[in-house]
């Protein structure tokens, strides 16, 4: 099987084996084994919805400090657009450009910058016809790692483009060589990221082997040092090169928009994306060419590496757009290349089938349908399973056991005690 | 084991809830690790069978046998029967009611589709008495 690196970490003092995260998993990749909750590792798509529900903050993501970027000779700092919502009355990019810069930075690509390229690459892509429509969108890794293991007939309609912090990554670093003649591996590339899905991303890319990004450090990580270098600021440097294209890629239908089309959907939350791929699986969605999803609502404002409410901050980069001029960023068509996938997208059935060999499958399945019809029905969680039909499931598998059902147990020890005292 | 056999009440009472066991069948299928063409197939055709049994019959049961290399499902309504089958089967006839028109289903394409996805149908079907529908799914090995 293969193992897949994880953002998504467990900081086991603080866990107390509850069953919050458990029960809102959206893969059902989380169970609580000796009171400590156990990540799934086939089965996480790092979206971190467990990050976000957990009361005891006892799930983080991996993130790297800031004096990491010192290892290299040029640091260049790739932010996500979700980081402009961030602040208050911000009325200008360069006052956060500049603001990175004075933190330790030595270079700044905005990530916007490429979105807005990758926008135009995919309007090129359907105008040359080599899309499968409905087209998904492939911005959001955790939503392209769960179409990967849940969505096999959906893995050929995901675009074959890299993201707009990968293609920012690659243009960040030509641009830098073209200039200085510097050694590529001197180069630090380091993205200011709203979610722990694109920290995996970088770590183990779903499209290629090796990411052009060297590291990603949260929003909420920096937030504190930043706002302090932005409010210190004597000059403010025109850095900033991007459209309100680029920058509207951080809030929910942004990317949809930019196809300049009518025939879109945008989702957002895990939940009405996995609504949304199992509609377009049975092929009930019609009509629609583009379908943009992200697995946090409201867009990558709503990731869980963010600081301020999605909904603030959504309002705040519709306000930041409102001057702005359409794109500034322009497709040269010999760079169509090197922004597709190197690899295809295959499904990875490991992470949901019961076994690799129909037969076997089929002989679980039937003892699974048995056990589950025996268990209580409640889904209450205290098994450490989210589900009584995940537990059936896991003890097929042989990771539990039916004792581990409270209600069962509960009944046994009720049956050893009524037998004892039957005679008395 | 040579098959599973899952069998579900479609209730015909509540129009929103058609589609339910189809979708659980698409886990099932996805859980043995099964052809996923056959996956799409079984799950398009059950679907538009299930709605066609919600409209014009009032529910019913679905069973299905689920073995190696393929899926048999039966459809049982005691619904009104289908007065001409050969009609039932061209493209773009139905007698749908306009409130489910409106939700974009009675566009005539349940039994064509139907016939699209599946590898065998049958239809017996009794005026006054019900509906049956054999379909068979088989694993096309690329």
Known sequence: MEQYYHSVVLEKELCCGCTNCLKRCPTEAIRIRNGKAHILSQRCIDCGECIRVCPHHAKRAHSAPLQEINQYKVKVAIPAPALFGQFNNLDDLDI??????SIGFDYIYEVSRAAELVSEATRELIRQHKLNKPII????????????IRFPELCDNVMPLLAPMEVAAKMARREIIEKTGIDDKDIGVFFITPCPAKVTEIHSPNHADKSAVNGAIAISQIYPQLTAAMDKLQVVEPLSHSGLIGVGWATSGGEAVAMLGD???????????????????????????FVELNACSGGCVGGVLTVENPYVAQARIHTLRKFMPV?????DLADLDIMMWDNKLTYDASSFALSGDI?????MMDNLEKIADSLPGLDCGSCGAPTCRALAEDIVRGNARETDCIHKLKKKIQNVYDELTSGL | ??????HYDVSGEDFTRAGEASGLVKKRL?????????????AIAMYEAEINMVIHADGGFVDIDIYPDKVEILLSDRGPGIPDVDKAMQAGFSTAPDNVRNLGFGAGMGLPNIKKYTDDMKIDTELGVGTKLYLTVRVNEA
């Open chain 2, 30 to 42: 996805k859980a043995l690790g099964y052809n996923t063409d056959a996956i799409r197939r079984v």
């Open chain 2, 1 to 6: 084991m040579s098959s599973i056999h899952l």
């Open chain 1, 137 to 148: 969108s492939s911005a959001c890794p955790a939503v392209v790692r769960l179409i990967k």
């Open chain 1, 327 to 331: 794109s500034l960023n322009h497709l």
């Open chain 1, 263 to 289: 025939k879109y959907l945008a989702a957002d939350g895990i939940e009405n994306v996995i609504r949304v791929l199992e509609e377009l699986e049975d092929e009930h969605i019609r009509d629609v060419e």
């Open chain 1, 359 to 363: 037969f076997e499958a089929m002989e």
């Open chain 1, 96 to 101: 956060v450009l500049t603001g990175l810069l």
